[in-house]
């Protein structure tokens, strides 16, 4: 019985793990083949990665899009961090009276979906950009301003300073150490696995949003990873084996940043639900 | 837990007036957006030589066809930069820009769906440039002219045309017995009853279709001249009789095993490049996807599309198709002047557009140009170009309205249960109400 029970629970796990390895094995394949062999379902890894490549760069300014997105994406993480870290440390560590409600106020704003303060957005963009160009619309600013600061990330590090120690806050207070010293040089260092796991989902977010970048930016030369993307898919007859490779190309930084991470995105992750 | 109420309570009251004050501020801010808006386009109007912006989709079609133009236009101060984007892009960027106020960023002539040109020429009144004059729209093929236009306003310059046509192949056509005048001018009737015999005798379905795009129907529909809705918007669905016939013949066509299925657009094009269908019913541009299998070559020709069995049906129709439109904003006048000395008058370019993009426009003084007379080797040395645009000129004209698209989706899930068999009359009924629910 008890084997059968073990049976039963592996051969689900591997059927579940089909399922979520295949597309990207798909995708890995397909980036080899011919757009019409990737129609007619070919399976086996094909000739033509050197020539989708080529297509690729010919047709596109790939380079250019991983440079706007990766700029956009690590601005936005470095901000997203800095902002939401001090902002959930105060929350936490600062005695105030309406902390709560004004923490529940910036709560509730996450319920609001992006596509509802879109259009005043854009408006917003809009009228600025006459007095300031640099962060108007089509400037990768006005892509990262309106998303680093997220109610998100305050509440993530304010659940996660709870795990702080408030002694040594004090201990630095009593060493004559200023506010902001206390933030930067005890709070930052012990709070790092905090800061990974933030980070990743930041740096996700940011490389694969899609909507906004989309409004916003209008000019090629500002075109983020997505937008290419699906530039590539819109065409009348799309070739799949280029777009495989895009893809692919795509999803390569955000493993990276996974993968150099995980060990500290794990633990962080842990101290937000523990918290 | 009382405390914790009247907390809940306050938080509540602050988020609704927060809503309130949020909506009030939006309110006020429409109305001074349109003096705005004016300033800026008194100031500046008139403004020859500033950079001119074009949004369009599909580097080979739509993108090609914009370059080519440019190629063609004789006038050294016109600069213009052409900016791909996805079909589904361009409408999230327009919907956003427009719906703001701003006209920050928006760009001078953009490519809209003619489907879709009458949501966006309705909702936003004064964002786009009438531009009947800098053209003449009788050049154009009639049924054109319905959806760019607004209010006896010509706001789009027409461009490439859908006109339908029935592809099919030679070789499975004799063998179950039939030449190319038994496909000429037929009904649909007619046309199910000859792809049953053509399953029987070669064991090919006769097309394939994807049961979540109803644009068949639309094809059908059209040979009447009839829509989703009349002139004045009214949704039509119950008692529109082309509707009822077409869905008739799509649930004989569905029943009758002469369909071979697919689920997205590769399949779609899989069907008929590996040679399991024997016709393709669809607009003109389907014919580059069909001459991409270059081994059929000479195997393919093409017929007129089936009508509906009603009097009045023409054997022509269309599937898709888009136009130019120019925004008012700075530049207004330079992008008009060259869409009209361009697409709007220029028959050779015409000639180049078909033998280099493979798109065949809608101005009706190109069709007698050299290019068009070409006789394809892979459709049997047919004039196919000159052929669809003679059928062009036949396409009953309908109104699109606003939401084709919308009233679509509510169809299409009434069709499934048409097909398992609920009553024609109750679905169109159901359609209605539903639809009537939804756009009022």
Redesign the interface.
């Known amino acids: 019985m008890k084997k059968f029970k073990r049976v039963f629970i592996y051969l689900f796990l591997s059927t579940a793990a089909i399922v979520s390895i295949f597309p990207f094995l798909w995708m890995l394949v397909s980036m080899t083949n011919k757009s019409?062999d990737?129609?007619?379902g070919r399976l086996i890894p094909g000739t033509h990665l050197i020539e989708n490549f080529r297509n690729l760069l010919e047709?596109t300014q790939i380079g250019l899009a991983i440079w706007n997105s990766l700029v956009i994406a690590v601005i936005t993480t470095f901000l997203t961090l800095l902002i939401g870290s001090l902002a959930g440390y105060g929350f936490e560590i600062y005695r105030s009276k309406m902390k709560d409600?004004v923490f529940?106020?910036l709560i509730?704003s996450m319920m609001i979906p992006f596509a509802a303060i879109?259009?005043?957005l854009?408006?917003l963009?809009?009228?600025i950009?006459n007095d300031a160009p640099l962060i108007?619309?089509?400037t990768l600013a006005a892509a990262f301003l309106p998303t680093i600061i997220t109610a998100f990330f305050i509440f993530f590090f304010r659940q996660n300073t709870k795990m702080f120690a408030r002694e040594l806050v004090e201990a630095g207070r009593i060493d004559g150490l200023s506010e902001l010293g206390i933030f930067f040089r005890i709070y930052l260092p012990t709070m790092k696995t905090t800061y990974a796991a933030a980070a990743i989902i930041a740096f996700m977010n940011s490389w694969n949003n899609y909507?906004w970048p989309?409004?916003?930016l209008?000019?090629?030369e500002k075109q983020t990873i997505p937008?290419l993307i699906?530039?590539l898919?819109?065409?009348?007859?799309p070739d799949?084996g280029v777009i495989m490779l895009a893809i692919v190309i795509a999803t390569l930084p955000t493993a990276i940043v996974f993968f150099l991470m995980q060990r500290h995105f794990v633990a962080g992750m842990m101290g937000s639900v523990k918290g | 837990m009382r405390e914790t109420f009247t907390k809940k309570f306050w938080l509540l009251m602050i988020a609704l007036l927060t809503t309130v004050v949020l909506a009030a501020c939006s309110g006020g801010d429409d109305d001074s957006s349109e003096g705005g808006e004016s300033d800026e386009g008194e100031s500046t109007s008139g403004d020859e030589g500033a950079e001119i912006t074009a949004w369009a989709w599909d580097p080979n079609f739509n993108i090609g066809a914009l370059e080519l133009a440019l190629e063609h236009y004789d006038n050294e101060d016109f600069n213009m930069e052409i900016i791909e984007n996805a079909q589904d892009d361009i409408v999230q960027k327009l919907n956003t820009g427009l719906s703001s106020g701003t006209m920050q960023g928006m760009p001078n002539i953009v490519l809209i769906e003619d489907q879709r040109a009458q949501s966006f020429l309705q909702s936003y009144p004064d964002a786009f440039y009438p531009i009947g004059d800098y053209f003449n729209p009788d050049d154009f093929a009639e049924y054109k002219l319905a959806p760019t236009s607004l209010d006896g306003k010509q706001y789009g310059l027409p461009f490439d045309t859908g006109v339908t046509g029935l592809f099919y192949r030679t070789d499975y056509l004799e063998e179950a017995g039939y030449t190319h005048e038994d496909l000429v001018d037929i009904t649909w009737t007619k046309y199910i009853e000859i792809a049953k015999d053509v399953k029987e005798k070669t064991g090919h379905a006769m097309l394939s279709l994807d049961p979540n795009d109803l644009g068949i129907l639309r094809v059908m529909m059209q040979t009447t001249g009839t829509w989703y809705t009349d002139e004045e918007g009214t949704i039509q669905i119950e008692g529109n009789e082309p509707l009822k016939m077409a869905l008739e013949n799509y649930k004989a066509l569905m029943d009758s095993g002469v369909v071979k299925l697919n689920s997205d657009w590769s399949q779609y094009l899989e069907a008929f490049n590996s040679g399991d269908v024997a016709t393709v019913p669809a607009g003109n541009w389907i014919a580059a996807s069909i001459e991409a299998e270059e081994s059929q070559s000479g195997l393919w020709k093409v017929a007129p599309t089936p009508r509906l069995d009603m009097e009045g049906a023409a054997n022509a129709s269309n599937q898709g198709g888009s136009s130019w439109y120019v925004l008012n904003i700075d530049g207004k006048e330079a992008a008009a002047e060259f869409l009209g000395g361009t697409f709007g008058s220029n028959v050779d370019f015409y000639q180049d557009l078909v033998t280099e993009i493979g798109a065949i426009g809608t101005y009706k003084p190109a069709s007698e140009g050299d290019a068009y007379q070409f006789e394809n080797e892979f459709f049997n040395n047919q004039q196919v170009v000159y052929e669809f645009s003679q059928w062009m000129e036949e396409i009953p004209q309908v109104d699109y309205g606003m939401n084709t698209y919308g009233i679509e989706d509510i169809l299409s899930a009434e069709i499934q249960q048409y097909l398992d068999g609920k009553s024609i009359e109750d679905v169109l009924a159901d359609t209605q109400t539903q639809a009537e629910n939804q756009f009022k």
């Open positions: 019409v990737v129609t007619a047709q409600v529940n106020i509730l879109m259009i005043p854009y408006r963009f809009g009228q950009s108007g619309l089509d909507l989309l409004v916003v209008q000019s090629p937008l699906s530039n898919g819109a065409g009348y007859t799949y």
